[in-house]
């Protein structure tokens, strides 16, 4: 089982370029999330959808949009990407409240 | 809202010391409580949970106890070894109305010297 994929696994931006965050897990769970790990913050809630068609903003969800079109995808769009946003992502999905993490995606915005 | 306040690192340890991170939590209700652990280059793996006080949550010789008098769930170890190394996250997690969070603190990093 490949569990939860992320890529790309690193990536570094120009402050103003957009791109997307890919995130699929096959395990059949309705419940996905995206967090950022920042150092001395943990990790925070960007956001975090409950099943296809359904999602909402978590604890930090400015700059930063979501689509659930399909089960098995969560992606995360940066639309203009900031140096604030350099950061770890990482995307979980969960079942009954296990969760599986991504290996996660370092992004660098310069 | 919820919170999860976790010991600072990073923490230092010979191998065969004994261990103890310490995880104190504010929420409504009864969260079920989790440790994760992450090593080098990785995502988060979870490493024991309680869900209900009093319960004992334990593996790989780690242990936590879910204690609601006094909101703590401190993560425990008899004797660590190098391979123990990583940051350990101290979560809670709450439902409610089949909507659900996980509340992380943050991070604690502990290194073990041969």
């Known amino acids: 089982n490949a569990g939860v994929t992320q890529t790309p696994k690193f990536q570094v931006l120009k402050t103003g370029q957009s791109m997307t965050l890919q995130c699929a897990q096959d395990m059949n769970h309705e419940y996905m999330s995206w967090y950022r790990q920042d150092p001395g913050m943990g990790l925070r809630l960007i956001h975090y959808?409950?099943?296809?068609?359904?999602?909402d903003q978590g604890e930090v969800p400015n700059g930063y949009n979501v689509s659930r079109s399909t089960t098995e995808d969560f992606p995360l769009r940066l639309l203009s990407a900031a140096p604030s946003q350099t950061s770890v992502y990482f995307c979980?999905?969960?079942?009954?409240?296990?969760?599986?993490f991504g290996s996660g995606t370092r992004l660098t915005v310069v | 809202g919820n919170s999860v306040t976790q010991m600072e690192g990073p923490v230092t340890l010979s191998e065969e010391a004994f261990l103890t991170i310490n995880c104190t939590y504010t929420?409504?209700?009864?969260?079920?409580l989790f440790w994760y652990v992450q090593y080098p280059g990785e995502g988060l793996q979870l490493l024991l949970k309680?869900?209900?006080?009093?319960d004992k949550g334990s593996n790989k010789g780690f242990e936590a106890t879910y204690r609601k008098e006094t909101t703590s769930f401190h993560l425990e170890k008899g004797s660590v070894q190098v391979s123990d190394s990583a940051v350990y996250f101290c979560?809670?997690?709450?439902?409610?109305?089949?909507?659900?969070?996980?509340?992380f603190g943050t991070g604690t990093r502990l290194t073990i010297i041969p």
């Open positions: 959808s409950v099943g296809a068609g359904i999602t």
């Open positions: 309680a869900t209900k006080a009093d």
């Open positions: 929420a409504t209700g009864y969260p079920s």
């Open positions: 979980a999905s969960s079942y009954k409240g296990r969760y599986t």
């Open positions: 979560a809670l997690r709450q439902s409610n109305f089949g909507n659900e969070k996980l509340t």
